[in-house]
């Protein structure tokens, strides 16, 4: 049972550049949540995307943007980098879009902005 | 607003009980979690409590306090792998969260055990 798969494992950028993470989901998913995780913190919730739709959205500037495919498998784009970009990004998977399903994360994509 | 507190450190011996707390206030309630995230590595899910009472998992048990905005997590018979740090999660009622699945997490507590 394949579990959620994220890529790339490790990123380092400049600041002012773009960058895109790439999340494929649990097998059997079909609701892909993305979180950023600062060094000692717990993770923010960014955003969570649906039936290739984002359906909520937390506290993060429109420089933060994401899509779904119709495999499921969903992208997290942050443009214009900044030095506080720096974060581990998580991407959880749960089933179905109902609110009560446990949430499963990937291994995460760290960020390093210089 | 969204709070949700857990202490910074805890240390532990192998072999022996650990109680976590956990203490939030939060738009609404519905359902707290426990996850588990050793350095580097993702949060892997540990429990979960929605009604009152205590939940238990094996090694691990979790319990709710719905009146009093509490949770906390037992570990028993710790062992060195237990070093890892916990996070206490929140997911806000559905009218407030807009019915989709969205998780209010503390800053987590790392836990280390010693021989």
């Known amino acids: 049972d394949a579990g959620v798969t994220q890529s790339p494992t490790h990123l380092i950028k400049t600041r002012g550049q773009q960058v895109t993470l790439r999340c494929s989901p649990k097998?059997?998913?079909?609701?892909v949540s993305w979180y950023q995780q600062a060094l000692g913190q717990g993770p923010q919730f960014i955003f969570q995307?649906?039936?290739?739709?984002?359906?909520q959205r937390g506290n993060f500037p429109d420089r933060f943007s994401g899509h779904q495919f119709p495999n499921y498998s969903s992208e997290l784009n942050v443009n214009a980098l900044l030095l506080g970009d720096s974060a581990l990004y998580l991407c959880?998977?749960?089933?179905?879009?109902?609110?009560?399903?446990?949430?499963?994360f990937g291994p995460g994509t760290r960020l390093l902005v210089l | 607003g969204q709070n949700i507190d857990q202490p910074t450190e805890m240390t532990a011996t192998e072999g022996a009980i650990v109680q976590i707390n956990c203490t939030y206030q939060t738009s609404g309630f519905n359902g707290l979690f426990w996850y588990q995230q050793h350095a580097g590595e993702a949060p892997t899910f540990l429990s979960y409590?929605?009604?009152?009472g205590l939940e238990e998992k094996g090694r691990f048990s979790s319990f709710l306090s719905r009146s009093k905005g509490y949770s906390y997590l037992l570990l028993k018979e710790l062992q060195m792998k237990d070093s890892a740090s916990y996070l206490c999660?929140?997911?806000?009622?559905?009218?407030?969260?807009?019915?989709?699945?969205?998780?209010?997490f503390g800053a987590g507590t790392r836990l280390a055990v010693h021989p």
């Open positions: 959880a998977s749960s089933l179905g879009g109902r609110a009560q399903e446990t949430q499963y």
């Open positions: 999660a929140v997911r806000p009622s559905a009218w407030v969260s807009g019915g989709y699945n969205k998780l209010i």
């Open positions: 995307y649906y039936e290739e739709e984002e359906r």
């Open positions: 097998s059997g998913h079909d609701t």
């Open positions: 409590n929605v009604l009152d």
